[in-house]
């Protein structure tokens, strides 16, 4: 069932992976198809500019590598369970990246036991997180970084102005920015699934079902008017 999953959502254009971040954003109402297009555009443009300046300045180093360059810490352990979800990878300030050592390794397992490994590019998934949560290290260095502005105007009466920040543009960039790494040619928001999957395949399938769901949605007409830029 993995494997059908898998395929089915490798080539889903990215204005639904732009739906899906901001599936369990609080903000995420109140935003157009047109707005959540504009502010995912920015925040993955971030992402890959991050990524190609950290090529730049260390050519020719593996991801490890430049992590340990930039002066960030790399664990291998198990991070404690957000509530009733479980965390793959965290990063704690000021510079410490947690990888969940098992649900990495067992990932690797269940895309080789699949026949997926050529499809997804034999990446391994411990380089996948480490990537998104080495973004999440640069960008905790960098105070201007767009991800981390505040963008929605929430109260604006005479000169007074109340914004916040969109927390899943993080996440946003932080995607852009593994996928621009490591060249891959999908998404990396299909690890969720992977990596849900591994100890919880009926999650797996209720979070293929919400995804698919999003891309019928955009069928029906609710599709962006501005989609890949």
Not at 78 to 101: D, H, R
């Amino acid at each position: 069932m993995i494997k059908e999953y898998i395929y089915s959502l490798l080539s889903i254009e990215q204005y639904v992976w732009i739906d899906y971040a901001f599936l369990k954003e609080s903000f995420g109402r109140s935003l157009d198809n047109i707005q959540k297009q504009n502010y995912s555009s920015r925040a993955s443009k971030c992402g890959v500019e991050l990524a190609h300046a950290i090529k730049n300045k260390y050519p020719n180093k593996s991801l490890i590598q430049c992590v340990k360059l930039e002066g960030a810490d790399i664990e291998l352990s198990e991070p404690e369970q957000n509530g009733i979800q479980k965390v793959f990878a965290t990063f704690t300030e000021p510079n410490e990246i947690l990888i969940s050592k098992s649900i990495s390794e067992r990932t690797d397992q269940l895309i080789h036991t699949h026949g997926l490994s050529t499809v997804l590019g034999n990446v391994a998934t411990f380089e996948v997180l480490l990537a998104h949560e080495f973004f999440h290290y640069l960008e905790s260095k960098h105070s201007n970084i767009y991800t981390k502005q505040k963008h929605l105007t929430l109260l604006n009466i005479w000169k007074l102005e109340y914004k916040v920040p969109i927390p899943c543009l993080q996440e946003i960039g932080a995607m852009a920015f593994t996928k621009e790494f490591l060249n891959l040619p999908y998404s990396p928001y299909l690890y969720d699934i992977l990596m849900i999957y591994v100890d919880n395949p009926k999650g797996a399938e209720k979070l293929f079902n919400t995804i698919t769901g999003l891309i019928k949605g955009a069928e029906n007409g609710l599709a962006y008017n501005i989609r890949d830029n």
